[in-house]
């Protein structure tokens, strides 16, 4: 459940990420938001690190500590969204150690088990070559912000270095998820 900050979560025994967006992108309302949020409900993220990259609120991120992840990093090119992201981890209650965030110059490289971006089709293939880098072989891969009639170029920029599941479509938006290529 994603619950306002300032609200009682709905179902106290269920998985309540607390959210105030600030000046940030992410609610959990957008079918974008919402379709990466529902990928991520599905996954084993025990013991797992991710990125998030272009984090704005910080909400997959999150939401990955909160179903198990071990670390998040955040990564994105708005100062303020950092902040949100920030302020988000402590709303619930997550060690800053374990959702550290950054700007792209100044964010690690090692390779991660899961990479989350909930950014623009455009920039999406432009940074394919980095995200791919930064995801470990095997590693899991979630994109989205992206128009049905834009899918098949995002997924021709990742093909190179991933395995594409079934698209996922929520209104004209959809969710890409692939697994890296073991070589």
Known sequence: ??????????EPEAV???LDPGLAFGTGTHPTTFQCLQWL???SLDGQTAIDY?????????????LGANSVIGVDIDPQALLASH??????QLDPE???VFLPKDAQTEPTDLMLANILAGPLAELSEDLAR???LGGRL?????LVGQAESVIAAYSPWFDFDPVRQLEEWVCLTAVKKRA
């Open 1 to 10: 459940w994603i619950c306002p900050s300032w609200l009682s979560p709905p």
């Open 16 to 18: 309540n990420l607390l």
């Open 98 to 100: 374990r959702f550290p």
């Open 41 to 43: 409900s599905e996954q």
């Open 142 to 146: 979630c994109l989205s912000g992206i």
């Open 134 to 136: 930064q995801t470990k």
């Open 54 to 66: 272009g984090c704005g609120s910080g909400i997959l991120g999150i939401a990955a500590l909160l």
């Open 87 to 92: 302020d988000n981890a402590q709303r619930n």
